[in-house]
């Protein structure tokens, strides 16, 4: 193996592991299957929301919400909560959904805050199983915009917990900008955003433990400085993100290139899309194309699909071409209470009888109150392809998430 692929290597741990600064990329926490902040739930297509706009600064979703996004939060997802009276209407529940609740901040400026912990137990029905507490998140935001809302500057920070291999190491931090970007609306349709952002790709759900994130490397700390721009049409949206890869990362691990997603109305809350990316960096290229729909079923009942291949291409060896399926379904039991069912496959290389991997299981996610989530979910991995594999594993995780 050639000394300047091994160095490669040597600088992707280290750059994966330590991160210096507070604005620096750290160790992605994806491999322990939280779900990502602020309420981006491509499902809500379900409420007759098919575009991300309205309910976050940013257009494709995750982030910050807007006061619009607060109120649908607060009158549509959630439950009513127990502590209010017959006469509170749904319009005085989304007149308190700001900050500050009822109280009004100046127009120009929104903050934000969010905590999610999670009780995870792996391995569960065997002699093995493990049971811990993690505090996934503790983040706030700050987002500033004009009076027209032609004009956006939003940034997140917040604490990410030090992965469990690494806990005797000192000197990683735990205090990140995950996002911060600046965005111009030029009028209503068209906009541009400039900064550190998810890259635009498929659908953005928020279990980024899934194949169609964690696999396509555009999971929850895999942003990209870049810039971004969007039209969003009365039927469609479209995205051209241009990625300059992570400035906070060493030159040699950056990924450059452009990703490419439209996304069209094909009947009422129906969504079809595509997407492709394009990404080289030193040592490695990055090929994906997508495609995906989403439907809204029934009143706050959707299914999510999508369909991906992924070719890594490194340069010591060929480039096997592998793929991902992913489907959700999710059923509004009554307000604030959804049942959720996945399943998801990922194989490496399709040219191999090799690995598959199967994925599935059931979720239960609740919104008893505005600004208070809880989930619980029941995961069961199976691989295939092998004798050496390893038997069924599960793994439950119970969720919690409150934000300001």
């Keep these: 193996m050639p000394l300047a692929f091994i160095e490669f290597l040597g600088d992707l741990e280290q750059d994966l592991v330590m991160r210096l600064t507070p604005g620096m990329l750290i160790l992605a926490w994806s491999f322990f299957g939280v779900e990502s902040d602020c309420l981006a739930y491509p499902g809500f297509i379900g409420y007759g929301y098919s575009n991300c706009v309205s ?13 619009y996004g607060r109120g649908v939060a607060a009158s549509e997802i959630a439950a009513r909560p ?12 989304s007149s308190q959904a700001g900050f500050l609740g009822s109280k009004e901040l100046p127009s120009w400026i929104r903050p934000a805050l969010s905590y999610r912990g999670m009780q995870m137990v792996t391995g569960v029905g065997t002699s093995q199983s493990l049971s811990q507490w993690l505090n996934m998140q503790a983040e706030g935001s700050l987002t500033v915009r004009n009076t027209k809302e032609t004009f956006v500057a939003s940034g997140t920070f917040g604490y990410v917990p030090v992965p469990q291999t690494k806990k ?14 600046v965005g111009v609306r030029l009028n209503k349709e068209l906009g541009a955003y400039a900064g550190l952002m998810d890259t635009v790709f498929g659908i953005r759900v928020a279990d980024h433990n899934a194949y169609l994130r964690s696999k396509t490397f555009i999971d929850k700390n895999d942003q990209s400085h870049g810039l971004l ?65 989403r439907v809204g079923v029934a009143e706050g009942s959707s299914v999510l699909a999508q369909f991906g291949t992924i070719r890594e291409d490194p340069v010591i060896q060929g480039a096997p071409l592998g793929g991902y399926s992913f489907f959700q379904w ?75």
């Design 55 to 67: 309910c976050h600064f940013n257009p494709y979703g995750n982030g910050p919400l807007t006061d």
């Design 82 to 93: 127990i502590y209010a009276s017959k006469r509170t209407t749904d319009e005085d529940l």
């Design 168 to 181: 005797s190491q000192t000197n990683i931090s735990t205090w990140i900008s995950r996002e911060h970007y």
């Design 229 to 293: 721009i969007h039209y969003g049409g009365r039927k469609m949206d479209l995205g051209l993100h241009v990625l300059a890869g992570n400035l906070f990362q060493k030159e040699s691990l950056r990924q450059k290139g452009a990703s490419l997603m439209g996304e069209f109305d094909v009947g009422k809350d129906w969504r079809v899309g595509a997407s492709a990316l394009y990404t080289r960096g030193t040592f490695r290229s990055r090929q994906m194309f997508a495609v995906h729909t």
């Design 330 to 404: 999710t059923n509004r039991l009554i307000r604030g209470l959804n049942l959720l069912a996945t399943l998801e496959w990922y194989a490496a290389d399709f040219s191999k009888t090799g690995p598959r991997s199967y994925r599935a299981g059931p979720s239960l996610q609740w919104f008893p109150m505005q600004r208070l989530e809880l989930r619980a979910d029941l995961l069961g991995t199976r691989q295939t392809g092998s004798d050496s594999l390893e038997t069924d594993f599960y793994t439950l995780l119970a969720q919690v998430h409150v934000w300001l």
